[in-house]
């Protein structure tokens, strides 16, 4: 096969707007072909490219990066600066002067000639579409210009992008106008044009900086955003249609001597590539799958996304070029021919211009599964899908897309798979296993969880089975079979169970297949925002004055409190476990949650660790969820009946009339509108029922095991009322640590509050959500702002950060001793 390239006076050409020529004849023999019509919609004159979109979003990532960089970095920036203008003035005056005539008039010259020599190619629409986006450019400018030297809340731009100097532009409007116009135009794509466009405007650039009429930043932005300018116009208005016709299809078949005498355009496959049904002269058929060059980039940033999401065995390259695209899926056909499996022969490649390339396979009359009712499968035709896979994993070939459209019967009743372009050989055994656990869970949703597995052992073997079991998780799964999964949400369990019926001996291995999870960036996310928070209060306050200042009886009666926090929380637990356990083993396993917190919520480390704790001690894992869900629920109610107690009590020592404050009303509107959403939307209150299902499952049988023990009964309640009690205690020993004078019932109420509020919070610990709450709260019941802003950070060090150190200490001695 000729190597596929792109050839710049060829793509100029291509992207003029499509003409319609007769066929071209170039030899005797194609003469006597007669002249196939083929069947298919009219293809559009223009599109939009989704390559132009993706420059687009990445020019507006590039300048918001920018902008960042350069407001966070001013410094190095201006060091820069100073740099770039000090070598600047070393250049000879009349050298300087040649260069900025050169740049200043050049930068006009280069793309009224480029426009003249493309007009002269009769391609003057591309030079239209130029002209839209210089216009863009230079309105746009303009008027973002205009407003970031008016607003008073552009300050810091308006100062990076001016330097505050009279007379500069924040945007030249003459640069960023060249740069939209030179990206619409696709100047890129002429390398000669491309060295000369930048050169100008670099020497432009440079007669602009030494003149002080521009800045560095002001540059860099000017240019990123007449690139994204340029890249939306292009996407805004489409380019020229430039994917060959059915006819050139029927041109390249003629080429690999095939005689096409009909030819249909069908349903374009899942990637969107084109496929045509063609009848040929002997009476067989072919189908051809056209790959466009253009749709290389469709569903970039979902693989993206994957690639990066995904561990580096079972990610698949983002971006291919056609060429390899088009060699990727003949090898994978071939070799699966190779190894027996039943495929639809591919008889031939070949290009098809320079904008795309064709394969063309045996036709086969067959059903894919997905259109077969789920009583047309039987045990029969199980077996042969799995003897399909067998084959090919038998020579380490990876299907990796083994869902109902690729899987067909034909007309004997024989499996035939199909769409080969996502394989790959060679593979390792993390991806045959992927294999299995994609088919398992397809055939699964089909058949059942029974039938599927027992005829996977049957062919396949149970070792198989056994090792694919770690891999049974949604994200190692098709788009497709992941959605069919959110109506059979415990559908991989049921595999499970299957499994561990068969090979109920064998040792799983766990297999982390994520990177990271869509939860970890939104922690990350949130701790970041919480951790900029924070450091705004800890700017405001001089941590050794906060430690110096301090009255160190009260600060030694909150350590106390904060310790005996500790024993509380070892009591509820012990008080929900009718099982018994040692009391200063339970209180190392709450210091260790307290280590645990500095990578996770709250409330989600503290369940997690208590019932790996349980069923360490040999509880069976229902009963610990169970006991954990139970103290957490009178924990919740005793959190809630405090809450309304101390406010009640708050409220009788103030004046008889009460008149909430604004604030207080937004907030208590606020609180109902969210109840409201969580309630009325669908979605919202299926997530929370499934939740709380979960966690309190089984729960009030397990409360009922400790009602018969009175003992047990008072140890649990006595722990749940001794936490909040040892917490506000503490807090409000740190309020008079510092001189603040408030009730310890207000105390309370606050701490009741932000306490919510840091649960709710996803940052690990509830850091950030916690202390401006605390803050916060402290500040409306009176206290100085500066007294809470010291009291809470002493509150957090003896509550939060202390703990972590003896936390990792019981955390290691208790895993050492296997007791986590």
């Not at 069947?39 to 590039?62: M, N």
């Not at 249609?241 to 006819?247: A, E, M």
């Not at 060679?426 to 058949?447: E, F, H, I, P, S």
Request: net charge positive.
């Amino acid at each position: 096969m000729a190597e596929i390239r792109e050839r710049d006076d060829a793509a100029d050409l291509s992207e003029r707007e499509p003409a319609v020529v007769e066929p071209r004849h170039e030899t005797e023999a194609d003469d006597k072909d007669p002249e196939v019509y083929v069947v298919e919609p009219l293809l559009p004159q223009r599109l939009r490219r989704p390559s132009d979109l993706l420059r687009f979003i990445a020019a507006l990532l590039a300048l918001a990066a920018v902008v960042l960089l350069s407001l966070v970095a001013k410094q190095t920036l201006n060091g820069l600066a100073g740099d770039v203008a000090e070598g600047a003035n070393l250049v000879p005056n009349l050298l300087s002067r040649v260069a900025a005539f050169l740049g200043g008039g050049a930068v006009l010259i280069v793309p009224v000639a480029f426009a003249v020599e493309r007009v002269f190619h009769r391609d003057g629409l591309r030079v239209a579409e130029g002209l839209i986006a210089a216009i863009i450019g230079l309105v746009g400018s303009f008027l973002i210009g205009e407003w970031v030297m008016s607003s008073d809340a552009a300050g810091d731009l308006r100062q990076l992008l001016t330097g505050n100097r009279p007379g500069v532009e924040p945007f030249n409007t003459l640069l960023a106008s060249v740069v939209a116009y030179s990206t619409a135009v696709r100047i890129s794509r002429r390398p000669t044009w491309r060295a000369l466009i930048w050169t100008v405007i670099a020497l432009d650039v440079l007669s602009l900086f030494t003149s002080k009429q521009l800045t560095l930043p002001s540059a860099m932005v000017t240019i990123v955003a007449g690139m994204a300018i340029g890249y939306g116009t292009l996407y805004g208005v489409g380019s020229p249609n430039t994917r060959p016709p059915g006819t050139a299809v029927i041109a390249a078949l003629r080429k690999l001597s095939f005689q096409p005498i009909s030819a249909r355009r069908i349903e374009d496959d899942h990637q969107g590539s084109r496929r045509y049904a063609v009848g040929l002269h002997d009476g067989s058929s072919l189908d051809v799958t056209v790959l466009d060059r253009d749709r290389q980039v469709a569903g970039l940033p979902y693989r993206l996304w994957r690639r990066i999401r995904l561990n580096s065995e079972t990610r698949r390259r983002a971006i291919r070029s056609l060429r390899a695209e088009l060699e990727r899926e003949a090898l994978m056909a071939y070799a699966a021919q190779a190894a027996g499996a039943s495929t639809p022969r591919l008889l031939g490649t070949s290009e098809v211009g320079t904008e795309a390339a064709l394969l063309a396979y045996e036709h086969l009359s067959t059903r894919p599964l997905d259109a077969l009712p789920d009583s047309e499968i039987d045990d029969d035709l199980l077996a042969q899908i799995w003897e399909q896979l067998e084959l090919l994993r038998l020579q380490r070939l990876a299907h990796r897309r083994l869902t109902g459209d690729s899987i067909h019967v034909d007309t004997e009743g024989r499996v035939v798979l199909t769409d080969a372009r996502s394989g790959e050989i060679a593979a390792g055994d993390l991806l045959l296993r992927l294999d299995v656990v994609q088919l398992l869970t397809y055939l699964a949703l089909r058949v059942g969880a029974e039938r599927s597995v027992a005829s996977a052992a049957r062919v396949v073997g149970e070792d198989a089975l056994a090792g694919a079991m770690p891999l049974l998780q949604k994200i190692a799964l098709t788009r497709q079979t992941r959605s069919a999964l959110a109506k059979d949400k415990g559908l991989l369990s049921a595999i499970r169970e299957q499994i561990e019926a068969l090979k109920p001996q064998a040792k799983i291995e766990e297999i982390r297949l994520e990177r990271f999870r869509p939860r970890t960036l939104v922690t990350i996310i949130a701790s970041t925002l919480a951790a900029y928070f924070l450091l705004s209060q800890l700017s405001q306050v001089n941590l050794v004055t906060v430690i110096t200042t301090a009255n160190w009886a009260w600060s030694l009666l909150a350590l106390a409190a904060s310790f005996v926090s500790f024993i509380a929380a070892a009591l509820m637990l012990r008080g929900f476990v009718p099982e018994s356990l040692p009391l200063w083993r339970t209180v190392l396993v709450q210091f260790a949650s307290s280590f645990v917190k500095l990578v996770a919520p709250p409330a989600v480390g503290a369940v997690a660790i208590n019932t790996r704790y349980l069923q360490k001690r040999g509880i069976p894992p229902a009963s610990a969820v169970a006991s954990v869900g139970a103290s957490q629920l009178v924990m919740l109610i005793a959190h809630i009946s405090l809450l309304l107690l101390f406010a009640y009590i708050t409220g009788s020592n103030t004046a008889t009339s009460f008149t909430p404050t604004r604030g207080l009303v937004l907030v208590m509107l606020a609180v109902a509108v969210l109840i409201v959403a969580v309630l009325g939307v669908p979605p919202l209150r299926r997530m929370l029922t499934k939740r709380l299902r979960s966690l309190f499952s089984n729960v009030l049988p397990r409360l009922l095991d400790v009602l018969q023990s009175p003992r047990k009964m008072f140890e649990g309640f006595a722990g749940t009322v001794m936490i909040t009690i040892a917490f506000v205690t503490c807090l409000d020993a740190c309020v008079s640590a510092f001189g603040g004078d408030i009730s310890f019932t207000a105390v309370a109420v606050v701490f009741l509050t932000a306490n919510a509020i840091g649960s709710a919070a996803p940052t690990p610990g509830g850091l950030g959500a916690v202390e401006l709450a605390l803050a916060g709260g402290l500040t409306v019941a009176g206290v100085d702002s500066a007294v809470a802003t010291s009291a809470v950070l002493l509150y957090r060090l003896l509550t939060f950060w202390l703990p972590v150190l003896p936390g990792w200490a019981a955390f290691t001695w208790l895993q050492r001793h296997e007791a986590l």
